[in-house]
């Protein structure tokens, strides 16, 4: 693989590896909401999407015609597929840096407070008067738990309003250091040292790819302005 192609592919997955060391290192958890996860997870993907299903399907005879414009119509076409994506997801928190087991009693906590019908079932939360029902999903290999919706009636500001309240519960809470933390810094760190690698063994390949694709972006851009 050309130094080029490495750094689109690994180095977005770099970067995320090594932002979820950071915050497993952290002392305090991490709220971002579920598009905010999906999208962070879309853009450390997208090199691979461009160097995988984008290049495989690329359209040659299309190509042939519209020359370097292609691209910006298949960058646009995962853009939209992104944004879609996004847009169809249902409410879901992610808090990261935490088990179920810590989250559970701040969570019982507040849902007594934001809501006195709350009730719990197991994992599943039902809060009627915000409109939220979620269940607890945990997933211990990014050391993180997705607060889910469940079922398609839900009421999005007493999700926002849950998120608030939660953000704030959250900054009060202490918890150790995960040594999880270590193994993404050092996953991350390996990615970007077989980038490095690369750029090592042949930097004359990446400079004239870096040209090749400067002199495409401005031939599309061109054509766009033009056409």
Excluded: K
């Excluded at 996860?37 to 450390?44: K, P």
């Excluded at 997705?146 to 519960?169: D, I, M, V, Y």
């Amino acid at each position: 693989m050309d130094p080029l192609r490495l750094c689109l592919s690994l180095g977005p997955v770099a970067i995320y590896l090594l932002l979820l060391g950071v915050i497993n290192l952290s002392r305090r958890p991490l709220l971002v909401s579920g598009v905010r996860d999906a999208a962070a997870l879309a853009l450390a993907t997208a090199g691979l999407a461009i160097i995988g299903p984008l290049e495989l399907l690329f359209p040659v005879e299309t190509a042939i015609r519209y020359g370097a414009y292609i691209w910006l119509w298949l960058l646009a076409l995962y853009a939209m597929c992104v944004v879609l994506w996004l847009l169809v997801l249902r409410p879901r928190l992610v808090i990261y840096n935490i088990s179920s087991d810590e989250l559970r009693p701040v969570l019982a906590e507040l849902a007594g407070r934001l809501d006195d019908g709350a009730r719990w079932a197991g994992d599943s939360l039902s809060m009627p008067g915000l409109g939220v029902q979620l269940y607890l999903d945990s997933f211990a290999a990014l050391g993180s738990v997705s607060l889910c919706s469940a079922g398609g009636n839900q009421n999005h500001a007493g999700w926002r309003r849950l998120q608030t309240a939660l953000r704030s519960a959250l900054a009060r809470e202490e918890v150790p250091r995960s040594p999880r933390g270590l193994a993404f810094i050092f996953a991350g760190l390996l990615c970007a040292g077989v980038i490095a690698w690369g750029i090592y063994r042949d930097p004359q390949t990446l400079v004239q790819s870096v040209v090749d694709l400067v002199h495409a972006l401005l031939q599309a851009i061109g054509l766009a302005a033009g056409g």
